[in-house]
């Protein structure tokens, strides 16, 4: 499985950004899929994570903000992103968890910068 993610770039803060990721199998037959983040000289952290049935979890610090969704048709996972703050400011990463004939396999995207100006 192979993913794509887009749309990152530069933004003032309060601003919005749609990141975007393709994903090169169905969506049926994924577990899970997430953004995750990576601020300079910060661990990797989970921002927001939806589930196959459609339940959906954030952290704290985007709760309100950030909206995961996905599109079935399109193959895609996507994140909005709204207030946008300077701490918001990382690399951000698409994750997918498929279960094959009982097995589970994780995969990445490459990551894509969000930076947010105050």
């Known amino acids: 499985v192979q993913l794509q993610a887009s749309g990152g770039g530069l933004v003032q803060a309060g601003g919005s950004l749609r990141l975007s990721c393709s994903v090169s199998a169905s969506m049926w037959s994924l577990n899970a899929m997430a953004w995750y983040r990576q601020a300079p000289g910060q661990q990797r952290e989970l921002v927001a994570r939806?589930?196959?049935?459609?339940?959906?979890n954030y952290a704290d610090s985007v709760k309100g903000r950030f909206t995961i969704s996905r599109d079935m048709a399109k193959n895609t996972v996507n994140l909005q992103m709204s207030s946008l703050k300077s701490e918001d400011t990382a690399v951000y990463f698409c994750y997918v968890d498929q279960r094959v004939e009982g097995y589970e396999y994780e995969y990445w995207g490459q990551g894509t910068l969000v930076t947010v100006s105050s």
């Open positions: 939806m589930i196959s049935g459609g339940s959906t």
